[in-house]
């Protein structure tokens, strides 16, 4: 990438950072150009959509929920390390919408988040057949099913009060679920 048009990405990025942390998640790409001090053109070149711009705003936190995910896998006890990654991942998505839209978009934009999304898939399965070893867990559960439960516990929570006990409740809920029927 030319000098200029890396700056001016940058400048894009930090103008809807700006505005997200205003409270504005619209993320109106004629918008976000006027804020930068850049054509809209020149958004439209770097992000063609409202989700390829979601998915390189949220690609940091993507990256720390991979790590978290390996982390996780590598844990001794799976479903310990199951939990602890379930609750840094809810966390993570309440505290960034766009972040929960791309964890639960089907499409991606940009093949760096689709190649995310399959690492963290990798590791959760790992540690999903972990799990399942040890009965620990329903034997039909999968990575995806992970991800999707997820998404709905984040969605249950914005959708409520938002209040903390609620949230581990919905967690709770979650985790027993996932667990073998008695």
């Known amino acids: 990438m030319r000098a200029d048009a890396a700056r001016n990405r940058a ?3 930090r103008a809807a950072r700006r505005q997200m942390a205003e409270g504005d ?8 150009a006027r804020l930068a001090g850049v054509g809209v053109g020149t958004v439209y070149r770097h992000f063609p959509n409202r989700h390829a711009l979601m998915e390189a705003l949220s690609a940091e936190r993507f990256q720390e929920l991979v790590d978290a995910a390996q982390e996780a896998a ?5 479903l310990v390390g199951l939990q602890r990654l379930l609750r840094f991942a809810l966390g993570h998505a309440l505290a960034d919408v766009g972040f929960a839209a791309v964890l639960e978009s089907a499409r991606d934009a940009e093949t ?3 190649v995310m999304k ?3 898939d990798h590791a959760v399965t790992e ?5 399942r070893s040890t009965d620990a867990i329903r034997r039909d559960i999968e990575a995806d099913d992970i991800r999707r439960l997820l998404c709905g516990v984040e969605h249950a929570v914005r959708s409520g009060t938002g209040a903390p006990d ?4 919905y967690l709770d809920i979650l985790l027993e679920g996932i667990r073998p029927p008695r």
Do not use: H
């Open 11 to 13: 400048l894009v990025l």
């Open 112 to 114: 760096t988040t689709s």
């Open 127 to 131: 540690l999903l057949d972990r799990a």
């Open 166 to 169: 609620r949230t581990e409740v």
């Open 25 to 32: 998640g619209s993320l109106q790409l004629n918008t976000i």
């Open 74 to 78: 590598a844990e001794q006890d799976a």
């Open 118 to 120: 399959s690492d963290f």
